[in-house]
Nanobody, 119 residues
Framework: QVQLVESGGGLVQAGGSLRLSCAAS????????MGWYRQAPGKQRELVAR???????NYADSVKGRFTISRDNAKNAVYLQMNSLKPEDTAVYYC?????????????WGQGTQVTVSS
């Protein structure tokens, strides 16, 4: 069984920073792309940032220049450094990874971590 566990959310003032972490555990043969999504109340889940196994990154326009995604393949982990946070960044942030386990490659999701940015 594969699990993704996130940490690092919390409450921060506008202009502040947070770092989210996500680690995968279980029977893992390989991990392809990893990423972060977010969902604000009343809105659809949206992509924040994604990084391939080779390190290619892509970002939502709304976070470019403020957020940085990185990964540690040895630790099966992905991180999201969030700087210059704005109230509109408030959401539940979810980790996502395409993982090859016992039978197939499929997407896995973390349980979500709340990020709240006060004005």
């Amino acid at each position: 069984q594969v699990q993704l566990v996130e940490s690092g959310g919390g409450l921060v003032q506008a202009g502040g920073s947070l770092r989210l972490s996500c680690a995968a555990s279980g029977i893992i043969f390989s991990i392809n792309a990893m990423g972060w999504y977010r969902q604000a109340p009343g809105k659809q889940r949206e992509l924040v940032a994604r990084i391939t196994k080779g390190g290619n990154e892509n970002y939502a326009d709304s976070v470019k220049g403020r957020f940085t995604i990185s990964r540690d393949n040895a630790k099966n982990a992905v991180y999201l450094q969030m700087n210059s946070l704005k109230p509109e960044d408030t959401a539940v942030y979810y980790c996502n990874a395409d993982i090859e386990s016992l039978r197939s490659v499929q997407p896995y999701w973390g349980q979500g971590t709340q990020v709240t940015v006060s004005s």
